[in-house]
């Protein structure tokens, strides 16, 4: 465009179009408020939370999208740009970017399909497409994950197929516990469940612990080892930290009742004799 025709340009139309978006921006953001505070009650739980959250972003993303095409359809306008050539080459390009519209149309399927089966949320630990970490963001076109150790994956939505999700409750933290076969059980399964009790009732993990622990009882017997498996309901994002704690006070506890471990036990093969002894 030639400096005579940015002086016929109409400067006031052009900045009616850009606070007029502007508005229009804040008005979706301000019926996006209103939103999650109806779809999310005072009394409203996590995962109830945690799902309008998610709707909330991807629908901010989408529209977000379209007034921003909308918008700069109308100021290319405004600057006597005719979005008609643009679109008659969209036209003819068509064919050509055929298989990524129909990437885009799959990735777009997916995002609502997620969304509507609540599938996943923002927050919740998952694995998708071979890949798994916490859910960082969720839109219409993919999934942003981030690992442990900060590692972020972002995963297309027409890409994912089975959706391991970890934060779904009832979420429970499993312990299993190696005793020796010769040790007491009724003792073990005592320790698992009084260090169990013990983290329910201290205020720091009490509201993370959603029961009582669950004793399956004896797992499996290997060798000079029996496992012990047990469980315990949990908040999920407490899961890892309390299965941490859990382990270690069952280990604490199991040596203050005198169960035995199976390292604690020496097996001498024969014709070998203790250190130190001829």
């Known amino acids: 465009m030639s400096v005579d025709g940015l002086g016929s340009v109409s400067w006031a139309r052009v900045a009616g179009i850009v606070v007029g978006g502007l508005l229009v ?13 109806v779809l999310v009650n005072g009394d409203a739980d996590l995962d109830s939370e945690k799902r309008a959250l998610t709707l909330i972003r991807a629908v901010r993303y989408a529209a977000g999208v ?7 359809m109308l100021l290319l306008s405004e600057f006597g740009i005719s979005i008609a050539p643009l679109l008659g080459a969209a036209g003819i390009a068509g064919v050509a970017l055929g298989l990524a519209v129909q990437g885009i149309a799959r990735d777009l399927l997916g995002g609502i399909s997620l969304l ?7 927050g919740d630990a998952v694995e998708i497409a071979g890949k798994s970490g916490t859910v960082e963001a969720v839109t219409l076109r993919s999934v942003r994950l981030r690992e442990y150790d900060g590692t972020v994956h972002f995963v297309r939505n027409g890409e994912i197929g089975t959706v391991t999700n970890r934060s779904l409750i009832p979420v429970y933290t499993v312990l299993d516990v190696a005793v020796d076969s010769d040790a007491d059980l009724n003792a073990a399964r005592a320790v698992i469940e009084s260090t169990a009790e013990s983290l329910r009732s201290e205020a720091r993990f009490g509201a993370s612990v959603l029961g009582p622990a669950e004793i399956a009882g004896m797992d499996r017997w290997e060798g000079d080892t029996i496992v012990i498996r047990a469980r315990l309901p949990v908040a999920p994002s407490a899961q890892a930290s309390l299965r941490r704690e859990w382990l270690a006070r069952v280990k604490t506890g199991l040596e203050g009742a005198g169960v035995a471990n199976p390292a604690q036990r020496i097996r001498l093969l024969p014709g070998d004799s203790p250190r130190g002894q001829p």
């Open 116 to 122: 509507i089966d609540n599938q996943l949320r923002v």
């Open 66 to 72: 379209i007034l921003a095409a909308i918008v700069l």
């Open 25 to 37: 921006w804040l008005t979706i953001k301000y019926l996006l408020v209103m939103l999650r505070r």
